[in-house]
């Protein structure tokens, strides 16, 4: 099997990494292309596949193609590949925004296609990603998308109507946890920690609470009631952040990056 991808950005990067390390395929069936020669030379030289000159020779030769390029240049990659693809072949596409109805649109023919939404934590093998697939995608041809997608974190079938949420809750949402894990941070140093310091104590206590919900399978209200002792320090902060529209604040800002993608 032949793994094809158009676009060597952060994500293809980290999804190769993830597939190489779980022994997917070996080095030798990955093949990619990217706008730069700069981008290809790099990523041929850290993973050692083999690189492209142009998007329609990756089509052509990949069994499996992933589109990793950003939704503004879809079309024109769509339009470079689509007499290279035929109903044999395994499309994926992360672009944001578009969906099976207007990829399959812009190909002009019935194809085998599989949406996926991942986000930045696949970089460190930890990301979540949600796919859906069109009609004519098999079971064995998702099997084949959720085993590169599992290779770098967690992947779940959904269906295509929530691919917007899917956005707002997981795709975006790192850029929330970061402003959090910074916002906490910068309170420590403001108490006296060293600023590196304060990062580790921030981070790792998102780390291991997030680790919590998974594992224990508790209801994050429940979870959160352990830590508040009566006439506690944890009960005064809940208050202060209820007082201040926490909970009320992220809603919104997960509604709003929810319109935005309908809107791409």
């Known amino acids: 099997m032949i793994i094809g991808f158009i676009g060597l950005g952060n994500m293809a990067k980290a999804m190769i990494g993830g597939i ?39 089509a052509k030769q990949a069994d499996v193609i992933i589109l990793a390029v950003k939704p503004q240049y879809l079309k024109v990659v769509i339009a470079d590949i689509m007499d290279c693809v035929d109903e044999n072949k395994i499309v994926i596409s992360v672009a944001a925004g578009k969906t099976i109805e207007w990829i399959k649109k812009e190909f002009e023919k019935d194809i085998k296609l599989v949406r996926a939404m991942p986000n930045t934590p696949a970089l460190v093998s930890e990301g979540c990603t949600a796919l859906c697939r069109s009609e004519n995608v098999t079971d064995e041809d998702l099997e084949i998308a959720m085993k590169i997608f599992n290779s770098c974190g967690k992947a779940n079938l959904v269906s295509e109507s929530v691919m ?82 926490f909970r009320g604040a992220v809603i919104d800002a997960v509604e709003a990056c929810i319109n935005k993608s309908k809107s791409l």
Do not use: W
Request: aromatic fraction near 4%; proline fraction near 4%; charge should be negative.
């Open 20 to 58: 190489l390390k779980n022994e997917i395929v070996s080095p030798s069936e990955i093949i990619g292309s990217s706008a730069t020669e700069s981008t290809k030379t790099q990523v041929s030289k850290e993973f050692g596949i083999r690189t492209k000159e142009t998007n329609a020779q990756v």
């Open 164 to 245: 917007d949420v899917v956005v707002g809750v997981s795709g975006s949402s790192p850029a929330y946890v970061f402003m959090f894990i910074e916002a906490m941070a910068d309170a420590a140093v403001a108490g006296g920690m060293p600023r590196k310091q304060a990062y580790e104590f921030a981070a790792q206590s998102v780390l291991g609470s997030a680790k919590m919900v998974l594992e224990t399978g508790k209801h994050p209200g429940e979870l959160k009631d352990m830590v508040c002792s009566p006439a506690g320090t944890t009960i005064e902060a809940v208050k202060i952040l209820e007082e201040k529209g």
